[in-house]
């Protein structure tokens, strides 16, 4: 199994457009895909400049030495490139149109003559009053590169007057020229005194190619074969938002000082200081940056994965692999269209999808249309449905049968088209609605350093340091990735200790969601639930569907005693009854009937039970609950750290809601309750933050805020900053569209779905934020005093890298009165998914993983404590397994 080394950081929501409005778009484009504006395209297939960076090049933008001269950013750009790729000398440009400029400025003077592979200096090198002669690849495969060196020899030495040879690695994107003919032209050159411009740009994924279909360099390190590459040339220019997975930025690089010299010296009249080049500072640091990582070897493999995997799914689709993606036949897919073939599939894919494909350059009626894959930008289910609406489009491609010019365009951008308007059957993604702008490099160890690690924190999950964790499934608790746009709020939070803008912001769009009248900001959940306890119990037993851990001990510090009333299937792993959040109104009668009405402070509430295996409860007994309640002058306080998974199953299980928006099913949730308390770190797709909601109750609203300034911060902050308030009052809306919560519920179900496929034992059915791996089944041969489902946590890290975390007999704890462990009736493995932080791919990773595992199950060993906390034992408790 393969999966991203990464996980997700930051995405960019897509935009989904209807047929009908894809329709106008593109007919007021003139039918040219370039000129749709970027917020109506869906998916962007294009790879210059669309990367997602890592967190490490995102950080270095806030680093920039922005000044005029002498910038600390380019020094780190020196350094990388003479570590990568060996030239010392380097001329900063402000993208790869300014390094061209840069050489033939220099280099070519009237009469002389360029030789290249590619046209990209051919207008160039015209506009100098200098001629221009192609270099026609023979189109062999696998190197359709390869040029008949004869010619090349015929072109070039009797020629003394030929400032340099261009060479692109990939010509056209796709036709790659061999390493064995690099050479040999490198070589020609030298022996006539001729300097060789070679275009690296695309360096990683010819590197990749070249080892698929080289046996001579198939196993080669990555950054070794970029370094030998990249020397069989004078001159290597690279575009900054290629491999090195930038948005913008540019450079020359030479051994060759006479050369560079001149470069330096021209940089000045046409792009900036020859410190700068036209780039900023923080573009010079994540270019710099970006350099390292691109031979990452792990990154690149999957990135060539990704372009082979696209290309086998389009089956029988007439195309090329390239450099960065697919590069479809237009003249063979659409044969029927006697001109720009290429155009014409571009117009078809956004109608049908919303997806840009464009065609660039002077016009010359292009018949092959690039499909590229912005690096790491994508997952592979998205991949999948991509290839299937090209596949779609294949099928339908008889409805398109004319496609004529309106213009005389020089360019393709300018190009104008009319249609016989085809009406393509609609298509949908059912994959997740968000492209991917910052990734984070996962932890990498050997299995040996994962079980030297393991012992050396006591067995506990809770204490591995996250740079040893490959996927980290502990929790789902202020782990999501968040939305560029919640980025943007939270930089635009206003600071103070008084009354911020962002506050009122925040409690605004809960009002809006709840329908509650009092809105207290906390740092996080088990904040408001301490609040909310001391003011609200005396004494008495609180009923609750569940215990959860930090729940529990605040009822408990606060002088009550829980109760369990949820229903009886709950405590059954193997039960597949929908409903398992569901309280059992008759077990809170009895506690009325034993100990008298005022007995109950509140009920406790919680939506998608956490512990029952993200169980969700159903609408009508959420009603009845209150309404039973209500007649016993009982408070229902809700858990709502998870009702927007409760209400997404609501609205996928109950036919009665089939048609309700999630803000309607949310909004009728909350009004069978009296307040709830939130960890915000969930639902609200943020990292910090929580608040507790109070209907309409003011006596509790006062004596809430009272404890809040005594314990957490002011009224108006609880101990957020302004910019977490923002970003919190952004994630309100955005954690209610219907394509997030489907995909991330969904996501869940197919990693559950695929466990039970493989026999895997979990708990039933599949929840909304977790699998839970029922560890009793798991390790049938572990007694529960001897804590089964902490060891195969243990074991689950060892084996795979992969994180998860306990919840069985040590969260539970001990019987004070007693000293002996509960011993509950589930004994789980919680593997937690973070919101939007881990692909498909990954999933396929995990559920391997556990199956590997599983055939291996009678290997793994019951532990003891060696240290054991009194409360909440499971966070920092160690242990040590049994012989």
Request: glycine share 6%; aromatic share 10%.
């Amino acid at each position: 199994m393969f999966a991203e080394p990464h996980k997700i950081k930051t995405i960019r929501q897509l935009y989904i457009t209807p047929y009908y409005e894809k329709e106008v778009i593109i007919r007021e484009a003139g039918l040219n895909t370039f000129n749709i504006p970027s917020n109506k395209v869906t998916y962007e297939m294009v790879s210059q400049g669309t990367s997602a960076k890592s967190q490490e090049q995102e950080a270095g933008s806030l680093i920039g030495d922005e000044t005029y001269a002498g910038s600390r950013n380019f020094e780190n750009l020196k350094d990388s490139v003479s570590k990568l790729f060996g030239y010392t000398h380097v001329c900063p440009t402000h993208n790869l149109h300014g390094a061209i400029k840069l050489i033939v400025k220099t280099m070519v003077t009237e009469g002389t003559h360029v030789i290249s592979n590619s046209r990209f200096t051919e207008l160039m090198a015209k506009d100098q009053m200098a001629t221009f002669d192609l270099l026609e690849a023979q189109n062999e495969k696998p190197f359709l590169g390869d040029i008949d060196l004869n010619q090349f020899e015929e072109i070039s030495l009797p020629k003394q007057n030929v400032p340099f040879i261009y060479l692109d690695l990939f010509t056209d994107g796709y036709k790659a020229i061999s390493v064995g003919q690099l050479r040999k032209i490198y070589k020609l050159a030298q022996a006539n005194n001729t300097a060789l411009v070679l275009n690296i740009s695309q360096i990683v994924g010819y590197c990749m190619f070249v080892r698929a279909h080289d046996a001579a360099f198939k196993n080669i390190p990555l950054a070794d074969l970029v370094n030998e590459v990249s020397q069989y040339a004078d001159v290597v220019i690279l575009d900054a938002a290629q491999d090195p997975r930038c948005n913008t930025g540019g450079l020359i690089a030479s051994n060759n000082y006479s050369l560079y010299e001149k470069y330096m010296n021209e940089v000045v009249v046409y792009e900036g200081l020859h410190t700068y080049g036209g780039m900023a500072g923080r573009t010079m640091e994540s270019f710099s940056r970006g350099i390292i990582e691109m031979v990452y070897e792990e990154q690149a493999q999957w990135t060539w994965a990704q372009i082979n995997y696209l290309s086998n799914e389009l089956g029988n689709v007439p195309h090329h692999i390239g450099a960065d993606g697919v590069y479809i036949k237009a003249d063979e897919f659409l044969p029927h269209i006697e001109n720009n073939q290429a155009q014409a599939l571009a117009a078809l894919l956004y109608l049908k999808a919303g997806i840009r494909c464009v065609v660039c350059g002077k016009y010359n009626n292009s018949t092959v249309l690039p499909v590229q894959i912005p690096r790491l930008g994508y997952t592979n289910s998205q991949l999948l449905h991509i290839a299937k609406l090209i596949k779609e489009v294949y099928d339908e491609k008889e409805k398109i049968t004319s496609f004529n010019l309106t213009n005389l365009p020089e360019w393709e951008d300018e190009a104008l088209f009319t249609w016989n308007n085809p009406k393509l059957e609609r298509f949908n993604f059912d994959c997740e609605a968000y492209r991917i702008s910052t990734i984070e490099y996962v932890g990498v160890n050997t299995k040996a350093g994962r079980r030297k690690l393991i012992e050396e924190v006591g067995f506990n999950t809770f204490l591995l340091p996250s740079k040893d964790v490959t996927i980290d499934f502990l929790t789902d608790s202020g782990t999501c990735a968040q939305t560029t746009t919640q980025w943007s709020v939270f930089n635009e939070g206003d600071e103070t200790p008084s009354s911020s803008k962002d506050y009122y912001s925040m409690v605004e769009a809960l009002q809006e969601i709840t329908g509650y009248k009092y809105i207290i900001p906390t740092h996080q959940g088990r904040a408001a639930e301490h609040i909310m306890s001391q003011v609200l119990i005396k004494d008495g037993y609180v009923p609750g569907n569940m215990y959860f851990t930090t729940t529990k001990l605040h009822q408990e510090m606060a002088g009550g005693t829980f109760v369990d009333v949820i229903c009886d299937e709950a405590h059954d792993p193997t039960s597949t009854f929908p409903w398992k959040g569901n309280i059992n109104i008759s077990k809170i009668k009895k506690i009325l009937d034993e100990n008298g009405e005022g007995c109950i402070p509140y009920i406790s509430f919680e939506l998608s039970v956490n512990l029952a295996g993200g169980q969700p409860v159903e609408m009508e007994n959420a009603k009845e609950v209150y309404e039973f309640c209500k007649n016993h002058n009982i408070p229902v306080m809700l858990d709502a750290t998870r009702a927007v998974e409760n209400a997404y199953m609501i609205k996928k299980k109950d036919p009665k809601y089939k048609y309700a928006s999630i803000k309607e099913i949310l909004r009728e949730l909350f009004s069978y309750s009296d307040g709830c308390t939130v960890s915000s770190k969930k639902d609200y797709l943020v990292n910090i933050g929580g608040f507790l909601g109070i209907r309409e109750d003011q006596d509790f609203y006062a004596k809430a805020l009272s404890m809040l300034r005594i314990y957490e911060g002011t009224r108006t902050n609880g101990g957020m900053s302004a910019g977490d308030m923002a970003m919190h009052a952004k994630g309100t809306y955005d954690m209610i569209d219907i394509n997030y919560i489907q995909a991330r519920v969904e996501q869940t179900q197919y990693l559950g779905n695929k466990l039970l496929e493989a026999g895997i034992p979990v708990v039933e059915p599949i929840g909304t934020h977790a699998v839970f791996l029922d560890a009793k089944r798991f390790l049938p041969h572990i007694d529960q005093d001897n804590y089964p489902a902490q060891a195969l946590a243990s074991a689950l890290f060892v084996e795979s890298g992969i994180r998860a975390m306990e919840r069985g007999n040590v969260s539970s704890g001990r019987n004070k009165k007693t000293n002996q462990n509960y011993r509950p009736a589930l004994e789980l493995v919680r593997l937690t998914i973070p919101r939007r932080a881990y692909t498909n791919a990954h999933m396929d990773l995990v559920a391997n993983s556990i199956i590997n595992l599983y055939k291996n199950r009678e290997k793994i060993k019951g532990l003891e404590f060696v240290y054991e906390p009194e409360n909440l034992r499971f966070f920092q408790g160690k242990f040590k397994e049994l012989g």
